[in-house]
């Protein structure tokens, strides 16, 4: 596993999410954002666009596992969503919860 980079601007994170986010293989929601997407009544499809068109509104920032996290955020049909996603550099993404 490769390290993280120190330091990661928005531009950066928003290219490594995009890129991950072409292949829904590499993009993991855990068990709290399938709940949410299940109450919320969001389908996977909107979550993978929202990580592949949306912005980024809060981070990045190092959690504490020392993973690079952020809130990617897209309005769409007057509906907006945001991920909370865990960049696990060069493996995937996990998305932790979606609101």
């Given at each position: 596993m490769a390290k993280p980079p120190p330091k990661l601007s928005k531009q950066q994170a928003?290219?490594?999410?995009?890129e991950f986010a072409k292949n829904s293989r590499d993009v993991f929601p855990v068990g709290h954002a399938r709940q949410r997407l299940n109450q919320h009544k969001f389908s996977r499809r909107q979550?993978?666009?929202c990580l592949q068109k949306g912005v980024i509104t809060e981070g990045p920032a190092l959690n504490s596992r020392g993973?690079?996290?952020?809130n990617v955020t897209r309005l769409a049909a007057g509906e907006e969503?945001?991920?909370v996603v865990v960049i696990e550099w060069d493996q995937q993404l996990v998305v932790r919860t979606v609101f």
């Open positions: 928003l290219a490594v999410i995009r979550m993978m666009i993973h690079w996290q952020v969503m945001t991920c």
